[in-house]
Each structure stands twice: as structure tokens, then as C-alpha cells.
């Protein structure tokens, strides 16, 4: 059973930082590509960054130049250090695993979820 169990969420002030991290199980973690998705209250979901199984990324414009994701699959793990937060950044923050690269920027498409974490980012 795979299962995705993300830690690191919590409030900060604007201009703070937070990590969060992904521990995955239950998958060969080297052969997927992993990410993070948000949802804020009101809005539709959104892929905010993505790592290939090679270690190609992808960062949604929002986002860019303030987070950063990476892996580290001796650890099975994914991590986003997130940076410059701002109170539009506030959202539940997921973590999602899938076989294929080009699934992960659809919505995830036939790929697993983790069950969210609440970043909450005061003004």
C-alpha cells in the first residue's frame, strides 16, 4: 500500500520560511516523479512544483525563485523549502507521487495523494 506522509507544515509570518518534507512507502521511489500541489480555500488546485524521477523540475510561476524542491531517495523522501512566504501562499499543501512525469502536471492523474498539511502565512 503506498502511502505519502508529509510533515513541515505550520503558521509563519510573511517573509518567513518553512520546510516541508514527504515520506513515501509502498512504491519504488526512484522510478517516480514526485510534487507538491495547493489548494487555498475558494481556489482550484494548483501543481506548485514537481521533480522528475531524473531530477528535472518544474515550479509553477507563483512560486519561482522562493521555493525549491528536491529528493533524496536513499531516504524515499521529498522536500520543499519555501521561502519568502507570503499570505497567498496560505493552503493546504500536498504531496503526490506518479509513474509518469506528464500525469504529474495533470492533475495528478492516476496517482497517489498524501493528506495534506495547512500552511497558514500572516500578514
Known amino acids: 500500500q503506498v502511502q505519502l506522509v508529509e510533515s513541515g507544515g505550520g503558521l509563519v509570518q510573511a517573509g518567513g520560511s518553512l520546510r516541508h518534507s514527504c515520506a513515501a512507502s509502498?512504491?519504488?521511489?526512484?522510478?517516480?516523479?514526485m510534487g507538491w500541489y495547493r489548494q487555498a480555500p475558494g481556489k482550484e488546485r494548483e501543481l506548485v512544483a514537481a521533480i522528475s524521477s531524473g531530477g528535472s523540475t518544474y515550479y509553477a510561476d507563483s512560486v519561482k525563485g522562493r521555493f525549491t524542491i528536491s529528493r533524496d531517495n536513499a531516504k524515499n523522501t521529498i522536500y520543499l523549502q519555501m521561502n519568502s512566504l507570503k499570505p497567498e501562499d496560505t493552503a493546504v499543501y500536498s504531496c503526490?507521487?506518479?509513474?509518469?512525469?506528464?500525469?504529474?502536471?495533470?492533475?495528478?492523474?492516476?496517482?497517489?495523494w498524501g493528506r495534506g498539511t495547512q500552511v497558514t502565512v500572516s500578514s
Open positions: 509502498g512504491l519504488t521511489f526512484g522510478n517516480y516523479a
Open positions: 503526490v507521487a506518479n509513474r509518469l512525469w506528464s500525469r504529474i502536471t495533470l492533475a495528478n492523474d492516476g496517482g497517489y
